[in-house]
């Protein structure tokens, strides 16, 4: 895109989010299989955020996170019941405040406007989620999805419009289970002495690629509704997928790298390219996002103005913290902190420490080697525990979301599972 680096600043944001989608298994991310030329293209144009983590390992905790710039222990969306509370200003509420047009298509159970991830959007487009609670695990949507979204803009350019605009979409088809799609699934094929067949995580490979095409065509619709060179494009995940690993499938189990280690890229008018190795966090986005828009996030938000990085510069070091509480059964929350990754868990007493930088994959818990380094990890992340739940306790909750028995199974389909 020649002149982008001397463009003006950008005026509307389009935001996509990729449900369940690692960032290791995007070309751009050094993925061996072509499973995303779209967004690798995307990812040439954009600052890539190697090292980006979501704040939970599943949708509402981690999507209630980028919206609000909150931990979960502060905006408290822990269960299939939670609701967000209106006392938090949303990304799209402050762009709504500052005149902005806002529009959301969305697709999954938990983005149901019962769950308050709809506060602050004109309009908010979820007749997808409908037919995912009937389709339920065997939905395909990115098809529909796009075809809403390049509407939308396409409308919006011939009504001539003048005020900015923030458009989420938030693709759901790399979640399981996973379909088969004829002409692309069969490429990621595992050969074996007796011919190829599919594991699960060749058909999650197809499932990104199916996706990837969709948010191509929907990148490209920017160019015919004449708004790319005035648009910033930040593209995220919500958490990650687990194959086996830690010995596990799927997500909202644990908080290792594999279910919290997303894809973040912004592309912006004005910013050049570049990769960073820094860790950051999706609570991040929010800030960032305004500050690239000419505008300076509220007090009390947790997430930091990347805005400094993309221009070069670089953050003070700090922790991130990221946290899982399902039911009654699981309770967890992990810092990180310079090459230090640890795990507390909460019901059990257990702590779990990981050199990240000679083992990024958390395989070697070391905890019991470094007693001293745990208790002030431990102090640490308890600090951001607490701080989080005040910001929280400032505030009324949200409504309880009264599930019918269908949505529960429904949700037992998408391999929730309330026990877990
Ligand atoms: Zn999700």
């Known amino acids: 895109m020649s002149g982008r680096e001397h463009a003006a600043p950008p005026r509307n944001l389009l935001l996509i989010t990729v449900d369940t989608l690692r960032a290791d298994h995007l070309g751009a991310y050094g993925y061996g ?23 939970s390992s599943w949708t509402l905790p981690s999507l209630a996170s980028l919206l609000t710039s909150s931990y979960p222990s502060a905006h408290g969306c822990w269960s299939d019941e939670s609701s967000l509370s209106p006392a938090f200003e949303t990304l799209a509420e402050r762009l709504s405040r500052e ?37 339920s695990h065997l939905a395909v949507s990115s098809p529909e999805l796009t075809r809403k979204a390049v509407d939308w803009l396409e409308r919006r350019r011939a009504s001539g419009s003048d005020a900015p605009f923030f458009l989420w979409v938030h693709y759901f088809d790399p979640h399981s289970n996973y379909q088969f799609h004829e002409g692309i699934t069969e490429g990621f094929a595992t050969p074996s002495p007796w011919g190829n067949s599919h594991t699960k995580l060749d058909v999650y490979d197809g499932e990104i690629s199916f996706t990837d095409r969709h948010i191509g065509a929907l990148l490209r619709s920017l160019g015919k509704a004449r708004v790319e060179d005035e648009t910033m494009v930040i593209l995220a995940a919500d958490h990650g997928e687990e194959f086996g690993e830690h010995g596990l499938y799927g997500h909202r189990r644990h908080l290792h790298r594999e279910v919290v280690q997303v894809p973040l890229m912004i592309r912006a008018p004005g910013i050049p390219a570049r990769r960073i190795g820094q860790r950051v966090s999706m609570l991040d986005v929010y800030p960032t996002a305004l500050a690239l828009l000419g505008l300076e996030a509220e007090e009390g938000i947790q997430g930091a103005n990347l805005a400094p990085v993309l221009r070069g510069g670089s953050l003070p070091p700090r922790q991130l913290l990221a946290e899982l509480r399902v039911a009654k059964k699981t309770w967890l929350a ?6 230090w990754k640890l795990t507390v868990d909460f019901r059990t007493g257990q702590r ?9 994959a958390e395989q070697a818990d070391i905890s019991v080697d470094h007693p001293d380094l745990v208790a002030r990890l431990t102090d640490r992340l308890d600090m951001l525990v607490r701080d989080s739940a005040a910001i929280g306790h400032a505030r009324k909750p949200g ?22």
């Open 33 to 55: 299989r072509d499973t995303s030329p779209c967004i690798d293209a995307l990812a040439a144009q954009s600052v890539l955020f190697e090292d980006a983590h979501a704040s």
């Open 399 to 420: 409504a309880t979301v009264e599930l019918t028995t269908q949505e529960r199974a429904r949700l037992r389909d998408l391999g929730y599972s309330g026990e877990d």
């Open 99 to 135: 005149g902005f047009d806002t529009a959301a298509f969305v697709t999954h159970l938990f983005l149901d406007r019962r769950y308050g991830l709809a506060q602050g959007f004109d309009l908010y487009d979820q007749e997808l989620v409908a037919k995912t609670r009937q389709a």
């Open 352 to 360: 779990r420490l990981y050199d990240l930088e000679v083992d990024p």
């Open 334 to 339: 992990s810092i990180c902190d310079g090459p």
